[in-house]
Every structure is written in C-alpha cells, then in structure tokens.
C-alpha cells in the first residue's frame, strides 16, 4: 500500500494518457505543468493524433510505451478510462489517477462504471475517478489540471491537504499562497473507488515532510480505517484537522426514541472526531488557520494569553473574542509590567492591562522587540497576539523582522492579527514563522486548535475499549413496552424505579399502597412509547386518588389515540435526583452511547456527549468507567451533578457503572439491538445510586 502511495506521490515516470498538444485545454495542461515546475523524471504522453506534445515523443496507445511508467494520469471520458486502465494494469504500472467523471456522482449506470473501472485496475492502485489530481509541493510534482497551477511557484511548507472535493483542492493552493501559507501535498480523492482518505492520512503519518494534516471531507466510508490511521497520525505527534461539510443534514430520525433526533449523523462526526483527535474546523477558513498555527510546531500550554497592541481597538477586538472562548488574558504581572516600564521613556503607553498597549511600536522595532521579549518570558502567559496596526503599513519589513527575532526566544505561540485590510504583510509575517490573520475570530479558532491538540492523548489500546461480557439474556423481537425494557436492563445491572403492573383501579390502588409515598401512574403500551403526549402519565399520586386519576387517563389516550388502554405501571417516584438521558444510536459511522440533559427538555436542550463504541476483531466493545466518568464531565449538565450551588453532589460513580453497563448490553446485543434509551435516568445523591424511570428498547 504505502509504496504505491509513494510512488502516485513521487513517480520517476509519468503517462499522461489521452493528453492535449493545445496548453489551454484540461487534457493540455498535466504536461504543460509538469514542465513548468520543473518535474525531473521522464513524461509519455498518449496521443494517437499528435507526434509531439510540449517537445516529447507522443505516443499513440498505451501499448506503445516504450517503459512501464510509475504512475498514469488518465484524461480520457468515463465510457473509455477503464480500457487504458486495464492495459496500464496488464503492463505493471503502480498506479493510475482517474479525471473523468461520470460516475456514482450521476446515479446507477455510473456506479456500474466505477465498478467497471475497479475491475479494470485489478491490483494497480487508482486515485479518482472525477479527481483534479495531486500535486507535491515538496518534490515539485503537479499531476493535476487545475488551474490554480498556473502560478509560478508555491509556498512550501509542512501541512498536506487531502480533500473528497477537487475543487476544494485549487481553492485551498490558492489561498495558501495568497496568505504565505507553506503545503508539502495536496491530494483529491473524490470519488475513493479504491484509494481514500484514511490511506493518505496513514501515509502522510509517515511523511517527514508533512507535520500537519488537513481534510475536506464529505464523507468517512471507513470509520475503523479511519479512526486507525487519524490515531496513527496522533501517536507520532501529528496533528489532523477536517472541515466536514453537510453539518446541516437532518441525520437518521429514529423511530420511537428521543436519541435519534438528539444524535444525526453529524453529532456523530463530533463523536468520532473527538475520540481520534481530529480537530473540527468549524468554518472553511479554519481548515488552512488551523494548521497554520500548528505547523510552527509551537505547543500551547494553558488558556492565558498576551495581547500586544498599537491600536487600542483591535486589541479589544482580539481580547473580546478569545474571552468569548473561554481564554483569559490577565495584566502583566509586577515583574514583567516593570520591564515593559523601563523599555518606555514617554508616558504613552499602556502597559498594566492586557492588551498591553504600546503606542507607535509599529515605527519603533527596538520597543517592540523588548515588549515581545518581556512577554514571551512571563510566567503570567501561555502565547502572545501581535497587534499589527496601520502604522507598520509604511515600513512593513520593520516590524516583520522585529517579531521574527524573538522567535528564538521562546517555544510559546506567537500569532499576529493584521488589523488593517494589508493581505501583503500577512503573507510576510506567515511566510517568517508567525501565522497572520485578517479576523480576530481566526486568531481564537488557531490558538483554539492549538490548545486541543496540546490536550489530547492517544488512549492506549487497553483503555479504549472494556471486554464485553456475556451475559444469557432472552428478550422478545420488536417494540418493548416499559416494564419489559427495564427487565432486559436489569438483567445487564442497570438498576430501576420500583413499580408495579395493574390492569385496573383496585389493583393500582393495592400497588401505591404497597410501594408507599407518592406515585406515578403511566400508560404500559408498546405502541405508544411518548406516554406524556397523549396524556398517559400522571405524577404525584397516592392510594386515595389513584382509582379515578386511571379511569381518567384511559379516557384521555383513548381520545388521544383511538386505542383504549389495558395495562398501567404504578411506580414508586424518585426525589432529589438530576434526570438524565442515556441512549444508544447507529448509523454508517458506527454505533455510539449518548449521555445528556434528560426530562422532557431533552430535545428542547440537546446538551449531549457521544461515544461510539470501539471495535476489536469485527467485535463491538462497551465503554471502560474512565470513558464514561468523562462523558458526564462534557456535559454543560455536569455542575448540577458536581454539587452545584449546594446542592448534594450526585452519585457520579453509580451513573459511570450505569453508562458502563448500558454499553456493555449494546455491544453484546449487537444489530438485534435497534433502540434502547432512558429517559429520565435519575442520578441520586452520593452513595445512593443511580435510578432508571422510564425505558426503550426496541428488538430486531
């Protein structure tokens, strides 16, 4: 695999496969733009009405080649590409990139080509098909027609760039070379009819030249391969960064539970990118801010940041937004505000706030370097934002060399935010070792991601996944109704509310005074799972009152529903504790536990966390207590489990063994688990436990 990759990233010999003698045209520019960046090894073009193409021998079919090349790019449309593919396969070439397209993107007979294309290649690797190509910056090699090639040269640097959109790719060169931002590759996968995403980030892993990845993903068609390689990438200190797009898709609607609406596909995304250390860029810009940051190698290690400005402003504008963000930007201390003193002889400037106002340091390097310098040596900071305002305009060299002489000075994050529209002195200090931005919401997005990626740790094999036990369960097929959901829940440890099931008024009034204290009357129904929504719950009852408050509900949800209920449950009610929700929910990515806000706000709020479950050897793994305490510290939810405002601090421990257990009935149930959710979970004051009220479960 990798030596293909390898040799797609750096052929030694390149067909160009239905290639144009005409420049201008998409089938003319892969030779014109290996010559003009100065590719090295030998290029055949595949032409059989031209003799010549750019000055080289033209070839008329593939048989004709007079070497096996390393790698082919195929220009021809999608009713032809297979045919060449075949025969470059048949003759032992590594791999093929694939232009045309025409395929699954148009619908059934386009799939069936694709297949038809996977057939052709046999064991030779494809990139595409409705591919733009790649291009490595590292090696100067362009295998591509965009036309954002048609600049002279690029910024070369350390982030590789694999895109399912080609052109995303053009843009994302663009861009970068507009700001000074260095890329060592860019690869489109499109339509992955072999190669994919995952295997570039397993390769770009290993590639000294990459040190951060960026993704524009559509798609994860592999999670597992997905979630090896990402994690790969993070073991060898390998940042990856993805801007994934179709946030708004409605996502799979379950049928009956609340976590299907609470958990779309892309809260799943969320899911699985936390859990590999993928930062997710939130905006199409983040995708190159991010990693400009990250590839200067610097690690931020706390939240408190400098803020040393020219222009008041800005500065207020920068500190506003990353305050916003949960980011702290203290005055200096006594130490560092008596340096920042002695640098200045005039009463102008402001320096026992953060930001640190300097004016005019902008025309006087020597004051800048020392304020940087004072800075970057406090203990009181973590990073430094350089304001740069519009009196470096005149002599934007000045203070592009002031900052970079202080780079040696300290390993924290320095970053500038250019606060004046001067696109050509963000490209500057970019291209010296500072990223630059034009949005203070771009500096707070980096530092942000820098942060994320100092935080993260790899977990280690064996705490990522609990042994799944096995426990002898027998359970009906199809919709549970709620005293057979908390049964199939209690055989996995999971304790609930006691209660009582009654088919009419003598026997609910026997169970609430056998259960003792207030009750709660629900509807008992397989059919009708949102009890509360046709009038089939009611809450505080005792045995004087529970007859006629039955007779009623069955009036209700038979006006409601048209079915007149049969059975009840008489449950014991449960004081003083924090509801939650914890449900299970699958979908392409895979199958995660959901932990939130429960009640009957849990839509309403949506303060969720997920965890897709681990798979080992084909085999779903529950969660371990470690994964599951830390699920409950995501949530916003979480003071009022922690003890909020003098309240008793809830039975965390209780709750962790619950969501434990709960994953570890998904993952031995497996796909004969459709559903399953509580809601409300109440979580009891500390040493008390933990009680589920209502239940889910839904059985293939």
Not at 333 to 345: V, Y
Request: glycine share 10%; net charge negative; charged share 20%.
């Amino acid at each position: 695999m990798s030596n293909a990759i390898s040799c797609l990233l750096s052929p030694r010999s390149i067909a160009v496969i239905g290639a144009s003698a005409d420049p201008k045209k998409t089938a003319g520019r892969p030779v014109a733009y290996l010559q003009k960046h100065g590719f090295s090894g030998r290029i055949m073009p595949v032409n059989p009405r031209a003799e010549t193409i750019g000055g080289l021998t033209c070839y008329p079919d593939v048989s004709a080649l007079p070497e096996v090349p390393d790698v082919a790019i195929v220009l021809l449309g999608a009713q032809r590409a297979h045919e060449a593919v075949k025969q470059l396969s048949d003759m032992g070439c590594k791999a093929a990139i694939v232009l045309a397209s025409g395929y699954t993107e148009t619908g059934e007979e386009g799939a069936q080509r694709q297949q038809q294309l996977k057939e052709a290649a046999g064991s030779m690797r494809i990139l595409g098909p409705n591919t733009i190509g790649l291009v490595n910056l590292t090696d100067g090699i362009v295998l591509s027609p965009s036309g954002a090639l048609e600049m002279d040269s690029f910024p070369v640097g350390s982030i590789g760039v694999v895109s399912q959109s080609g052109g995303i790719l053009g843009s994302l060169l663009s861009r970068a070379a507009a700001r000074g931002i260095g890329l060592s590759k860019l690869i489109s996968t499109s339509n992955e009819v072999d190669l994919e995403l995952a295997d570039f980030i397993d390769h770009l892993a290993d590639d000294p030249a990459t040190d951060v990845i960026a993704l524009y993903v559509e798609t994860v068609r592999h999670p597992e391969k997905f979630r090896a390689a990402c994690l790969k990438a993070a073991r060898l200190g390998k940042t990856v960064v993805a801007f994934k797009v179709g946030r708004s898709e409605a996502g799979a609607q379950a049928a009956v539970s609340h976590t299907g609406a609470m958990a779309g596909a892309d809260t799943m995304y969320d899911a699985l990118f936390r859990q590999v250390g993928v930062i997710r860029a939130q905006t199409f810009s983040d995708l190159l801010d991010i990693p400009a940051a990250l590839a200067t190698r610097r690690r931020l290690r706390g939240k408190r940041i400098a803020v040393l400005t020219s222009t008041g402003g800005a500065g207020t504008l920068v500190s506003d937004d990353l305050g916003a963000a949960g980011f702290e930007t203290p005055a200096p201390d006594e130490a560092t505000a008596a340096t920042l003193r002695a640098l200045h002889s005039g009463g102008e400037a402001v320096l026992d706030r953060n930001p640190i106002d300097v004016t005019l340091a902008g025309l006087r390097p020597d004051l800048l370097r020392g304020a940087i310098n004072a800075l970057l040596a406090s203990p009181s900071y973590d990073a430094l934002v350089v304001i740069v305002g519009s009196s470096s305009l005149a002599m934007p060299e000045l203070l592009v060399g002031a900052v970079q002489e202080c780079l040696p000075n300290s390993d924290k994050p320095i970053m500038a935010y250019v606060s004046p529209h001067a696109p050509h002195i963000g490209a500057l200090l970019t291209r010296s070792g500072v990223p630059a931005y034009a949005a203070a919401e771009s500096c707070t997005a980096a530092l942000a991601g820098m942060l994320h990626a100092h935080e993260f740790t790899v977990p280690d094999d064996d705490d990522s996944a609990a042994e799944t036990g096995s426990v002898a369960v027998e359970v009906p097929a199809g919709t549970l109704d709620e005293a057979q959901a908390k049964a199939l829940f209690a055989q996995f440890g999971l304790s609930c509310t006691p209660e009582q099931v009654v088919a009419d008024g003598d026997q609910a009034v026997a169970a609430a005074q056998e259960l003792g204290g207030p009750v709660a009357l629900k509807l008992l129904s397989a059919e009708i799972l949102h009890k509360s929504d046709v009038g089939g719950v009611a809450l505080g009852l005792g045995p004087e009152s529970i007859r006629d408050r039955l007779e009623q509900m069955k009036a209700d949800v038979s006006a409601h529903t048209g079915v007149q209920p049969e059975r009840f449950l008489v449950q014991k009610m449960v004081k003083n504790g924090v509801e939650l929700i914890l449900g299970m929910h699958r979908d392409v990515l895979g199958t995660a536990i959901m932990l939130g806000m429960g009640g009957v706000t849990a839509e309403l709020f949506k303060d969720t966390t997920m965890r897709l479950l681990p798979s080992v050897d084909g085999r779903l793994r529950g969660l371990t207590h470690a994964q599951a305490l830390a699920m409950a510290r995501e949530l916003q939810t979480w003071p009022l489990l922690d003890g909020y405002r003098g309240r008793p601090p809830a039975d965390v421990e209780a709750l962790a063994d619950a969501v434990v257990a709960f994953s570890q009935m998904v993952a031995q149930l497996g796909d004969r688990l459709l559903e399953a959710e509580i809601n409300p979970l109440f979580v009891l004051p500390a040493g008390q436990g933990v009680m589920a009220a209502d239940a889910i479960a839904v059985l293939a």
